[in-house]
């Protein structure tokens, strides 16, 4: 399902703020990752997350994706057996994926409809208010500092002053004074933004 989701909607991920996630990951996680990554991208036939999956590792010594083929030798021997060769780089083994499974995933205008945030960031990827509606998602909607935010978005000051202003004229933003700097929250809309089918 992961693998999937990230070959449907892969041109609306930052790929640049996920390289930044993959860095931080240690261990199984960031072989779990650079397998999936992977994966998605032998369905996508281009190279989109080369720098997310540049920052991953694989697990060492080799073993089993999943918990439960760990608990006695003779599962693990099986998954050793049918592991695929993607699986066997990132030291997890498992069965190749064959065939994505779209008719499990929900539909983009689903999605938009329950989570405005994924419209916004599908109309402005890897634009500096993107980046800032990701930003304030992850901080619970509320409150982020201007600081704060330039720092994540990795942009000037210029430049997210102008995303915030337009942002905010938008309505999709407010912006609370606190002494001499901003706190920076998410409106929520009661309504999708744009009317979506159903």
Not at 30 to 39: N, P, V
Not at 85 to 93: A, C, E, I, Q
Not at 125 to 133: C, E, P, T, Y
Not at 181 to 195: G, N
Request: hydrophobic share 40%; glycine share 6%; aromatic share 6%.
């Amino acid at each position: 399902m992961a693998v999937t989701w990230l070959a449907e909607h892969h041109a609306v991920i930052d790929v640049n703020y996920l390289a930044k996630l993959a860095d931080k990951l240690r261990g199984r996680d960031s072989a779990r990752l650079g397998l999936i990554l992977e994966a998605a991208q032998g369905f996508i036939g281009e190279d989109v997350f080369g720098e997310a999956v540049a920052n991953c590792q694989p697990w060492e010594p080799p073993e089993p994706l999943f918990e439960v083929e760990r608990t006695s030798p003779g599962m693990v021997r099986l998954a050793e057996r049918s592991a695929s060769v993607l699986s066997r780089k990132w030291g997890l083994w498992t069965q190749p994926i064959e065939e994505l499974k779209h008719d499990a995933m929900r539909p983009s205008s689903w999605i938009a409809q329950n989570n405005p945030t994924f419209l916004l960031r599908s109309l402005l990827k890897n634009d500096v208010r993107s980046k800032v509606i990701t930003a304030l998602a992850e901080q619970g909607l509320s409150e982020v500092s201007e600081t704060d935010l330039t720092r994540r978005a990795g942009c000037t000051r210029r430049a997210m002053h102008l995303a915030l202003e337009n942002l905010e004229a938008a309505g999709l933003i407010v912006r609370q004074r606190h002494g001499r700097s901003y706190a920076i929250s998410l409106c929520q809309p009661r309504k999708p933004l744009l009317p979506v089918s159903r």
